[in-house]
T-cell receptor
Framework: GQNIDQPTEMTATEGAIVQINCTYQ??????LFWYQQHAGEAPTFLSY????GLEEKGRFSSFLSRSKGYSYLLLKELQMKDSASYLC?????????????FGKGTTLSVSS | EPEVTQTPSHQVTQMGQEVILRCVPI?????FYWYRQILGQKVEFLVS????????KSEIFDDQFSVERPDGSNFTLKIRSTKLEDSAMYFC?????????FGQGTRLTVV
């Protein structure tokens, strides 16, 4: 079966660093994705990891450990506009264009 | 920067009616997807489309649903005989590689 777990809610302060964890158990693995979704809007692609290690992109970094079925998204220098839901998603299939399986998302609230 | 565009942004329909949701993918995208998100719930995969045919579909994508790319550009999702539980945000997405880029969605309300 498929199971993608992430915390439901997190809070943080402007300027701080926050780490959002994601654990997954899937029948296959062909990449882990992080998306940002503001309320009432579409998911926006943030990052993609297929090999173990850290991928850095500006204020956002994403880490993957395939052996542990674990990823995290690290957000630095938090801004109010970072208040959103952060979605962890896994691609199981090896073929191109296969489904992304999403977790329920972590709602991050950034306060001043 | 080009975007995946979806129309309409909001559709209200009566139970039992058919609806067609439309998407214009970015021109160089190769893979196309439909996802849905019921209010307050997670994003769920419906179907993927590649090389003018369905490449994968979920359990949700039953005989009530169909997809087409009628003119090589537009990508449509048809829902026959809508039910109340079909009320959701429907997202079209596309990509050339592993990432999928989402359109702004169509909010479908079945009454």
């Amino acid at each position: 079966g498929q199971n993608i777990d992430q915390p439901t809610e997190m809070t943080a302060t402007e300027g701080a660093i926050v780490q959002i964890n994601c654990t997954y158990q899937t029948s296959g693995f062909n990449g882990l994705f992080w998306y940002q979704q503001h309320a009432g809007e579409a998911p926006t692609f943030l990052s993609y990891n297929v090999l173990d290690g850290l991928e850095e992109k500006g204020r956002f970094s994403s880490f993957l450990s395939r052996s542990k079925g674990y990823s995290y998204l690290l957000l630095k220098e938090l801004q109010m506009k970072d208040s959103a839901s952060y979605l962890c998603a896994v691609r199981e299939g090896r073929q191109a264009g296969t489904a992304l399986i999403f977790g329920k998302g972590t709602t991050l609230s950034v306060s001043s | 920067e080009p975007e995946v565009t979806q129309t309409p942004s909001h559709q209200v329909t009566q139970m039992g009616q058919e609806v067609i949701l439309r998407c214009v993918p970015i021109s160089n995208h190769l893979y196309f997807y439909w996802y849905r998100q019921i209010l307050g719930q997670k994003v769920e995969f419906l179907v993927s489309f590649y090389n003018n045919e369905i490449s994968e579909k979920s359990e949700i994508f039953d005989d009530q649903f169909s997809v087409e790319r009628p003119d090589g550009s537009n990508f449509t999702l048809k829902i026959r005989s809508t039910k109340l539980e079909d009320s959701a945000m429907y997202f079209c997405a596309g990509g050339t590689g592993p990432e999928a880029f989402f359109g702004q969605g169509t909010r479908l309300t079945v009454v």
